[in-house]
């Protein structure tokens, strides 16, 4: 009758299998080195003086990177903000023709009517006498004419 | 040469290529059987055992020395050798058994192992163990690493460790009993 099989009492192969062919713990090393070395060549050209900073150098660095960064957008805003100031706007409009004007904003019923004028024009007749040329009896005539659901009474 | 000393070298721009070698050949005989053990087939452990070194390579600076670098690389070897078996079932849709048979078809073949017929037969027994368990016996038994070690490695309590390797022993036993009384 056979012995039972014990482990403990089996002498021990460290490696059971196969060696690996006779040079493959020299090539190894070799072809390490070859898979690591493009990558770290790439890096370096990029990036190697980066690398030779030390670790607090580099924190610094990125810190006055980003702070630069919010400086700029906003000093480029408060330029874009700026440029446009309410005197530049009042003198842009005030070149144009206020005929022309009163004709752009009738264009649309979206921007001002009729009825905005006769109404502007009964509160103070100076702000429109000069591109407004309308009788008083035309302006009530206008007024007269506004649909009742728009007065809200 | 010390494995702190490699770590100081690695840091060193300048001497990080040289570091790097000395770890490899201090390293790579016994990552690679640790691979080959689980893999069996050779091309298929170098490929491992490469991947587990340039994963090395790339995390090295970030290495917190808390545990110790024998381990870590170990760990990393262990995930490489899990990861290539898990993926190779998912891979080609193989039930557990179909890749276990595919590892027990290379062990047949193996040269190493012609004309020995019980350390086939242990061989046999040992690819029939859950893969975890199958690291935790090849761990214990040929690499002679300690529960706590292999803890560091595997992230499972020591009580687990040695319940996994004695229950290993005991299916291994068993197996090559019953072949013997077969044949």
Redesign the interface.
């Known amino acids: 009758m056979?012995t039972?099989?014990?482990?403990d009492e089996?002498k021990?192969?460290?490696?059971?299998?196969?060696?690996?062919?006779a040079d493959?713990?020299e090539r190894?090393?070799r072809?390490?080195?070859a898979?690591?070395?493009p990558a770290?060549g790439r890096s370096?050209a990029a990036f190697g003086w980066l690398?030779?900073l030390s670790m607090p150098l580099r924190t610094a660095l990125a810190s006055v990177v980003v702070l630069g960064g919010f400086a700029t957008s906003f000093l480029l805003s408060q330029s874009a903000v700026t440029s446009v100031t309410p005197a530049a706007t009042v003198a842009s409009l005030e070149a144009v023709p206020r005929t022309e004007m009163m004709q752009y904003l009738l264009a649309s019923d979206s921007r001002v009517t009729l009825t905005d004028l006769a109404e502007l024009s009964t509160a103070d007749h100076s702000l429109t006498d000069s591109f407004l040329q309308a009788s008083p009896d035309e302006l009530q005539d206008a007024l007269d004419a506004q649909p009742t659901d728009d007065t809200y009474l | 040469m010390e494995d702190q000393e490699i770590l100081a070298k690695f840091a060193d721009p300048a001497a990080r290529n040289v570091a790097f070698n000395q770890l490899v050949r201090k390293y790579q005989s016994k990552i690679y059987w640790h691979v080959r053990k689980m893999v069996i087939d050779h091309n298929d452990a170098d490929d491992l055992t490469q991947d587990t070194f340039v994963k090395v390579w790339n995390h090295l600076e970030n290495f917190r020395r808390d545990a110790s670098l024998y381990t870590w690389i170990y760990r990393i070897a262990t995930n490489e050798c899990l990861n290539f078996l898990s993926s190779k079932r998912r891979k080609f849709f193989m039930p557990l058994h179909d890749v276990g048979t595919e590892l027990l078809q290379k062990v047949e073949a193996d040269p190493g192992l012609a004309g020995d017929e019980i350390e086939l037969r242990l061989q046999k027994a040992i690819l029939r163990l859950p893969d975890k368990q199958r690291l935790v016996f090849n761990m214990k038994y040929y690499d002679d690493i300690t529960y706590e070690q292999m803890a560091e490695i595997t992230g499972t309590s020591v009580g687990a460790l040695k319940a996994s390797y004695h229950h290993a022993v005991k299916k291994i036993e068993q197996y090559v009993n019953e072949e013997s009384h077969l044949n």
């Open positions: 056979n039972p099989f014990r482990l089996h021990r192969r460290p490696q059971p299998l196969a060696p690996p062919p493959y713990f190894l090393p072809q390490l080195m898979r690591v070395q770290a370096e690398a030779a």
